[in-house]
């Protein structure tokens, strides 16, 4: 809030925001979208290399996409940009997003490991 020259005394003027979250990307973008189901699948070949290229096997990767029903290519990088990806991710922002459907990606990603006995 000190950023943003509020306390939480401040009066917000109407029409302003402030953001109270702790979230890097969701204090720049405001909230959680989950608008995969209108994005052209060639975007997860972005966020895949994205992972990749630090080495993560499951994480969650934010893309910056201009238009998301053109596909995208390498020649064409400006389609898309890598805002984050996080080795950690937050999971309740994807079952409960702001817009979009909510997918369970814990019970997709975690599995019980069978007891030993």
């Given at each position: 809030?000190?950023?943003?020259?509020v306390t939480p005394e401040t009066?917000?003027?109407?029409?302003?925001?402030?953001?109270?979250?702790?979230?890097?990307?969701?204090?720049?973008?405001?909230?959680?979208?989950?608008?995969?189901?209108?994005?052209?699948?060639?975007?997860?070949?972005?966020?895949?290399?994205?992972?990749?290229?630090?080495?993560?096997?499951?994480?969650?990767?934010?893309?910056?996409?201009?238009?998301?029903?053109?596909?995208?290519?390498?020649?064409?990088?400006?389609?898309?940009?890598?805002?984050?990806?996080?080795?950690?991710p937050n999971l309740v922002s994807?079952?409960?997003?702001?817009?979009?459907?909510?997918?369970?990606?814990?019970?997709?990603?975690?599995?019980?490991?069978?007891?030993?006995?």
């Amino acid at each position: 809030m000190a950023r943003q020259n509020v306390t939480p005394e401040t009066v917000v003027a109407r029409g302003s925001q402030v953001y109270l979250g702790r979230n890097p990307a969701a204090f720049a973008a405001g909230e959680y979208w989950d608008d995969r189901d209108s994005l052209d699948s060639s975007y997860d070949a972005v966020a895949i290399r994205a992972a990749q290229a630090v080495g993560l096997r499951y994480c969650s990767v934010d893309l910056a996409v201009i238009n998301g029903f053109m596909p995208y290519t390498d020649d064409q990088p400006e389609l898309a940009q890598v805002v984050a990806v996080d080795p950690a991710p937050n999971l309740v922002s994807w079952l409960r997003p702001t817009i979009g459907t909510g997918v369970d990606l814990s019970s997709k990603s975690c599995r019980r490991r069978p007891s030993k006995g």
